[in-house]
């Protein structure tokens, strides 16, 4: 039974570290879907300077933090770019994991997701762009990690993922100089 204006959300993210603000984001997506899933981007993608963290790692994280608030899942790239063809990958995962089409992409405010589903018939879905609140970045996060300032690092970083920093911070610092790369 729906219960929220919006039945199926998504998030498309690579968190690669998660922080405050995609916290903020997910936080609303919950506030208004009856369902939250999120895909993790790159998901292939571990052990680089761009993307220290594997796909059960980000998973992990995401479930400490919102439990069964959210579904994950992963979405590995396609090496298109975020155009109307990532969209349509999306789309189509979508349908594979949830049964149905979305009706709702929550993300931050990014020109170059307006048009994912463009051109795509009968996809109705609306789209939510949560301001950025939080000046934060995923490379400050792992920088921080890199720095072992662990202060710092918990000012943008939900409490319940503060015994994470050493665990993290090891697969950090143990990709720092690996600069290969196949996620767009």
């Known amino acids: 039974m729906k219960s929220k204006p919006f ?6 993210g690579r968190f690669q570290s998660f922080h405050r603000g995609h916290e ?16 993790i981007g790159s998901s292939q993608e571990y052990g680089t ?3 220290p ?36 990958y ?4 979508t349908v594979e994991c949830f049964g149905k089409a979305p009706d709702m992409l929550v993300s931050g405010k990014e020109e170059r997701r307006l048009d994912w589903f463009d051109g795509i018939e009968g996809i109705s879905a609306s789209e939510l762009y949560v ?31 503060w015994s994470e920093f050493e665990p993290l911070r090891a697969e950090v610092v ?3 100089d690996n600069m290969e790369t196949s996620s767009i």
């Open 7 to 12: 039945e199926l959300g998504i998030i498309v």
């Open 24 to 39: 903020y984001i997910i936080d609303k997506a919950v506030e208004i879907c009856d369902t939250v899933g999120i895909f």
């Open 49 to 51: 300077f761009k993307n």
């Open 53 to 88: 963290f594997s796909y059960e790692t980000r998973k992990r994280i995401l479930g400490k933090v919102y439990g069964d608030k959210v579904v994950v899942h992963p979405l590995p790239d396609i090496g298109v770019g975020n155009n109307s063809a990532w969209g349509e």
């Open 90 to 93: 999306v789309l189509k995962n």
């Open 131 to 161: 301001p950025k609140i939080i000046d934060i970045s995923a490379t400050e996060m792992r920088e921080f990690f890199l720095n072992g300032n662990v202060e710092e690092w918990k000012k943008y970083t939900n409490k319940k993922l």
């Open 174 to 176: 143990a990709s720092r």
